[in-house]
């Protein structure tokens, strides 16, 4: 036993957030960025963004997951020196989670990528790049040298992967996320529902969804055309792609179901980097995943975007965990709270990615709001791990956890 000098704990003092830009005072939890990014988007990119698929039964499971475990806590044991630092694929990041790859960032805030690449940056997490997203790679590898990651979706033609590998590789990024579970476009009402599309169409709905958002409107849309012109998809191949706002032209997304394990192998050929797969669910596709060379999988249901009726990943960690030999296992979807995290970690999980919230905070505070979001998560489980009783996260076990 060691005798502690006195460290004295404050508890929330009145004037605790009068740092924070007033937009961020009321926002307590990574919850509470939801309704304050409703106000802030309009309609239908709000409801791209918060959208799930078909009756949602995916987006809620994987928030009831989280609750279906309980903790089983241990007390008077030293947790004064505690930290939630963590080694993963060789890199060492300063809290267990980063933020999960989401397209079309840049229509949420100004320079959205940007802003969410610098504030995991500055907080020593990992930021992915979507492959849908709106600024060219090469600038999120210069606003992210040490924590940004770059997803991929397979290009549908073989002659394209080398291209895009290629250039993911040349703009410096050493890690390389492949998404897998779009063999075709999900069924996303929701999108139809509220007028979104990609690219968006002009027309008097999308004029009036804009003008009853003014603060997003100037600061966001008007500032980006006006800054850095029509924002267009830059890192789907090789190339630049369509404009985000057209009244004519049609995306192409490129026939994706015909891909197997095969495909995968030839990027594992190509890329030199550490190469994660994003979006299985089973323990025999990570084992095939593990066969097939990569360094890590994100067991992932895209947040409950694809294919309603998934299971939520947090149910398949532990059968996951037995068979994914020396790759890292990495658990996105439905994460919101610190005590999401711990529970994560452990039934196995090395890492964690939020997506979502990350987006809202964006979008409510720019890069003010993402530190403020990636602080909240720290606090908690910072916390949290004091209350568990647990110094570091490699103490995490599944016998912290009983079946709710
Ligand atoms: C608006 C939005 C866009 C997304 N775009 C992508 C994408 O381009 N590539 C990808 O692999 N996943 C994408 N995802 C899925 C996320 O990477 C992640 O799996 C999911 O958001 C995690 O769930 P959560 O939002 O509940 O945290 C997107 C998710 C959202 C909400």
């Avoid at 994987?62 to 044991?77: I, P």
């Avoid at 709905?205 to 600061?219: E, K, M, S, Y």
């Amino acid at each position: 036993m060691t005798t502690q000098p006195s460290r004295p704990q404050f508890g929330p003092a009145p004037n605790a957030r009068a740092h924070l830009p007033r937009r961020l005072r009321g926002i307590l939890s990574l919850n509470d960025f939801e309704a304050a990014a409703r106000r802030t988007l309009p309609r239908p990119i709000f409801g791209y963004l918060q959208g799930g698929v078909e009756d949602n039964v995916t987006l809620q499971a994987n928030h009831a997951a989280f609750r279906q475990w309980l903790f089983r806590t241990s007390v008077l044991v030293d947790v004064s020196g505690r930290s939630q630092a963590t080694t993963l694929m060789g890199e060492r990041y300063r809290a267990p989670f980063g933020i999960a790859p989401m397209g079309l960032c840049a229509l949420f805030a100004f320079e959205g990528d940007l802003v969410l690449a610098r504030a995991a940056e500055a907080a020593g997490i990992p930021f992915v790049l979507s492959g849908a997203s709106l600024t060219r790679l090469e600038d999120v590898a210069r606003a992210a040298p040490t924590c940004g990651w770059f997803q991929a979706y397979i290009p549908g033609e073989p002659a394209h992967i080398e291209g895009l590998v290629q250039r993911v590789a040349q703009a410096g990024f050493r890690t390389l996320v492949v998404t897998v579970d779009t063999a075709t476009l999900a069924n996303r009402e929701n999108n139809v529902r509220v007028g979104f599309s990609t690219p968006l169409r002009p027309g008097p709905r999308l004029a009036w969804d804009g003008l009853v958002r003014p603060r997003w409107l100037v600061g966001t849309l008007a500032r980006t055309l006006l800054e850095r012109g029509m924002p267009h998809f830059e890192n789907a191949g090789a190339g630049r792609g369509v404009p985000i706002i057209s009244r004519s032209v049609v995306r192409q997304f490129g026939l994706r179901d015909h891909l197997q394990w095969e495909h995968l192998a030839l990027i594992r050929r190509q890329w030199k980097g550490r190469l994660v797969v994003k979006g299985v669910i089973s323990a025999a596709d990570v084992e095939r995943a593990g066969q097939a060379g990569a360094d890590g999988v994100i067991l992932s249901n895209h947040g409950g975007r694809q294919l309603d009726g998934t299971v939520p990943p947090l149910r398949v960690l532990q059968e996951a965990a037995r068979v994914k030999g020396g790759m890292a296992l990495m658990l996105d979807s439905g994460v919101r709270r610190g005590t999401d995290v711990l529970k994560a970690l452990a039934l196995g999980a090395d890492h964690v990615f939020v997506g979502r919230p990350m987006a809202y905070a964006a979008a409510v505070g720019g890069q003010a709001g993402v530190a403020h979001a990636i602080g909240l998560l720290q606090d908690e489980i910072h916390r949290d791990m004091a209350l568990l009783g647990v110094s570091s996260l490699a103490e995490l076990h599944p016998a912290h956890l009983i079946p709710a």
